[in-house]
């Protein structure tokens, strides 16, 4: 079983800054890729940026050059550093992980989110 534990979301003015974090935890896995995610109220859940193990970060357009992805294999943490935030930025934030055991490829873990308030 895995587990994705999500820290650092909060509430910022626009311009600030956060930074998320994702710990996994569990044995028996190896993870493929992770990536942060996020959704606002009645609407579905996007990609914000992605890592594959050996690949280079992925970013949605909405938040290129503004939020920057990094990962700790031998942690199995993550995290995303969120500068220049703006109110459309404002959702629960998911933490995701692809992983693979020795029954099962590429199976999909989700953290239980964390919120980001940006203020005008």
């Known amino acids: 079983q895995v587990q994705l534990v999500e820290s650092g979301g909060g509430l910022v003015q626009a311009g600030g800054s956060l930074r998320l974090s994702c710990v996994a935890s569990?044995?028996?896995?190896?993870?493929?890729?992770m990536g942060w995610y996020r959704q606002e109220p009645g609407k579905r859940r996007e990609m914000v940026a992605r890592?594959?193990?050996?690949?280079?970060?992925m970013y949605a357009d909405s938040v290129q050059g503004r939020f920057s992805i990094s990962r700790d294999s031998t942690k199995k943490a993550l995290w995303l550093e969120m500068n220049s935030l703006k109110p459309e930025d404002t959702a629960v934030y998911y933490c995701?992980?692809?992983?693979?055991?020795?029954?099962?490829?590429?199976?999909?873990?989700w953290g239980n989110g964390t919120l980001v308030t940006v203020s005008t």
């Open positions: 995701n992980a692809v992983v693979t055991t020795k029954d099962v490829r590429f199976m999909n873990y």
């Open positions: 890592v594959t193990s050996g690949g280079s970060p």
């Open positions: 569990g044995s028996g896995f190896s993870i493929d890729a």
